[in-house]
């Protein structure tokens, strides 16, 4: 699929990249994977209310991790012996950074299984957007800190996330696989998408660039890049 130049921006090329996690930027569902060696006996039937929309997901998961008995250390050395990031995730991640493009996680997922893999692979300084939580006498408790005013229940918005950077002036490349990417992808300026969320885009007609690994994003940024250097040039003869 070709990109429609309009979306490259006319004044100056700032992309962002914002990838979703699960089953995205890492290789694995990582929820499923720690809800599969430490869940309690009831989070499958707890997941099939959620896939039969009786649950939203962030109901969902907020049961089923509140359920697990295991502390939240325990369960990110899991994720650190476990998940694996997706193919060339570290030459986007310098690219960006070497170009000065932000690039940050999007997910419904909850911060500290994220952190373990993305700080455990080495890469503190991209920034994650997730639900963040903490641990009091109660046990865990939830925090929604990019709610779309008067959608609440649905917890954060992916999809506000990409106006947040848009406003700031970037053309948003985004990448997911899921049901909750296409609230972004119908923002975004540049969406690649697997699984789902490919199959949803097509019923929708909403363009999209297949994803396999991250090298398929660098090489579109970098493809890009050089068409709007080449523009620029023209421009200033
Ligand atoms: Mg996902």
């Not at 991790?65 to 650190?80: A, C, G």
């Not at 649905?154 to 997911?176: A, D, E, M, W």
Request: with cysteine.
């Amino acid at each position: 699929m070709n990109i429609n130049e309009s979306n490259l921006g006319t004044s100056s090329f700032r992309p962002c990249v914002l990838s979703d996690f699960d089953d995205t930027a890492a290789h694995q569902n990582v929820a499923e994977l720690l809800l599969k060696t430490f869940g309690d006996s009831s989070w499958e039937t707890i997941r099939a209310q959620f896939r039969n929309g009786d649950l939203t997901l962030k109901d969902y998961q907020e049961i089923v991790f509140r359920n697990i008995s295991v502390d939240i250390p325990t369960m990110q050395q899991h994720v650190r012996e476990n998940a694996s990031l997706r193919p060339y995730f570290g030459e986007l991640a310098e690219y960006c950074c070497v170009n000065n493009f932000p690039m940050a996680i999007v997910s419904q997922g909850l911060d500290f299984y994220i952190e373990a893999l993305i700080q455990g692979e080495g890469y503190s300084s991209i920034p994650i957007f997730a639900v963040n939580t903490s641990i009091n006498e109660k046990g865990i408790s939830y925090q929604y800190n990019y709610v779309r005013p008067g959608n609440e229940s649905q917890g954060n918005s992916k999809g506000l996330i990409v106006n947040n950077y848009q406003k700031k002036g970037h053309t948003v490349y985004y990448i997911g696989d899921g049901r909750s990417d296409f609230e972004a992808a119908l923002e975004a300026d540049v969406v690649f998408a697997h699984s789902v969320l490919a199959e949803e885009c097509q019923r929708k007609n909403i363009p999209f660039i297949p994803f396999r690994d991250f090298g398929d994003v660098l090489r579109t940024l970098q493809c890009n890049q050089s068409k709007y250097e080449m523009q620029s040039n023209t421009n200033n003869v």
